[in-house]
């Protein structure tokens, strides 16, 4: 199994930006898929990025075009979302996860997918 761990979540203003990482340990995390999904309060869990095992394909919601970016380097174990323009309604717990296989464009965004999950971290976006 692969353990994840999440920082770089904070407070920031509106317009801001933030990088978030996924710190991975265990077994290789080059042979796991990952993704980024996020959670508010009161609300359900939702699709944010994800990314193939070596980087060379990438997908976000449709929430996050223009402003978000996923990447990672499997040198470092570690995966990063890059979240920039940030807006008060982007305000939630944000989660690492990894998966095994994509079986297709709707199985990427589906949390049942994902093997392994991070405990989050909090991102606050004030107006």
């Known amino acids: 199994q692969v353990q994840l761990v999440e920082s770089g979540g904070g407070l920031v203003q509106a317009g801001g930006s933030l990088r978030l990482s996924c710190a991975a340990s265990?077994?290789?995390?080059?042979?796991?898929?990952m993704g980024w999904f996020r959670q508010a309060p009161g609300k359900e869990r939702e699709f944010v990025a994800a990314?193939?095992?070596?980087?060379?394909?990438?997908t976000v919601g449709d929430f996050a075009m223009g402003r978000l970016t996923i990447s990672r380097d499997n040198a470092k174990n570690t995966g990063y979302l890059q979240m920039d323009n940030l807006k008060p309604e982007d305000t939630a717990v944000y989660y690492c996860?990894?998966?095994?296989?994509?079986?297709?464009?709707?199985?990427?965004?589906?949390?049942?997918?994902?093997?392994?999950w991070g405990q989050g971290t909090q991102v606050a976006v004030s107006s």
């Open positions: 996860a990894a998966a095994f296989k994509f079986l297709g464009t709707s199985a990427i965004r589906q949390p049942s997918t994902y093997s392994y």
């Open positions: 265990g077994r290789a995390f080059s042979t796991y898929n």
């Open positions: 990314i193939t095992t070596d980087g060379g394909t990438t």
